[in-house]
């Protein structure tokens, strides 16, 4: 992994790692992440930076997005956002108008947050965010974050449809949980999965593309009753995972029983 990142930042000067938190928080974190240097940011100090986090989630998300104060409490506060930075130039039209910063001002690529859960060592994807398009900038920002937070599993919430789950699948396959948990705005469209993060190995070649799991099943992601009896499935116990690409022509890719 340290042989790709230093690759992926050669290739990509501008780009810098840093992880924004509650100051308190800094000494939890892994600040090399597999080999690179993040730069920790006291929210405490760096107002502006959590702003421009926050529109360009309000951004990204829509009605969905994150009000000030869930930025505070419930990310800043526990653990740490972090950031892929970049010159403002690079940002893609609509989060430049939105920030209005000088071109060469350093702001936020990519960016991504995991909350800590009750379980050590597993975290909960809460979002993911990229404007900086053609290089994988989220990809990177989600996988140095669960670095630098030691997490050694995932779980988070996708829907079916939404091409995240491309992206979610260059970490490995995705253990499919069940439903998602509460009256989540998108329940119907919408599944709790898990990922293991300790095989770097697999990672590596999953972020690759290298990592070939052949699917056992295709199905629609318009194909709702399908989706419901997968999760079922998986609730009752059964392993199924969404193998890498996870989402292909408008169908998710399943296997069926242990990977290998």
Not at 7 to 20: K, T
Not at 70 to 83: F, K, R, T
Not at 135 to 150: D, E, S, V
Not at 223 to 245: M, S, Y
Request: charge should be neutral; hydrophobic fraction near 45%.
């Amino acid at each position: 992994m340290h042989g790709l990142a230093a690759d992926f930042f050669s290739r990509h000067p501008e780009l810098s790692l840093a992880a924004l938190g509650a100051s308190a928080n800094a000494q939890a974190l892994d600040l090399k992440p597999a080999g690179v240097p993040a730069t920790f940011l006291p929210a405490e100090e760096h107002g502006a930076l959590v702003l421009q986090y926050r529109e360009l989630n309000q951004l990204a998300f829509g009605a969905l997005g994150t009000p000030s104060w869930v930025v505070s409490d419930l990310y800043l506060l526990p653990g740490a956002i972090g950031l892929l930075r970049c010159p403002a130039r690079l940002l893609e039209d609509s989060a430049r108008e939105r920030l209005g910063l000088p071109d060469e001002a350093l702001t936020v690529g990519a960016a991504y947050y995991a909350a800590p859960s009750v379980v050590s060592g597993v975290f909960i994807g809460v979002s993911l965010l990229s404007f900086v398009r053609g290089i994988r900038a989220g990809m990177w920002a989600k996988m140095l974050t669960l670095r630098m937070l030691r997490a050694r599993r995932l779980r988070g919430v996708a829907q079916w449809h939404n091409p995240s789950v491309r992206v979610h699948t260059r970490l490995g396959p995705l253990r499919l949980v069940g439903r998602v948990p509460g009256a989540h705005e998108y329940v119907e469209q919408s599944f709790l999965y898990e990922t293991e993060l300790e095989d770097e190995a697999r990672q590596v070649a999953a972020m690759e593309r290298r990592l070939t799991v052949a699917p056992t099943m295709r199905v629609s992601v318009k194909d709702t009753a399908a989706l419901r009896r997968l999760l079922e499935r998986a609730e009752a116990g059964e392993v199924l995972h969404l193998v890498p690409p996870g989402l292909e022509e408008g169908h998710v890719l399943v296997r069926e029983g242990p990977l290998e």
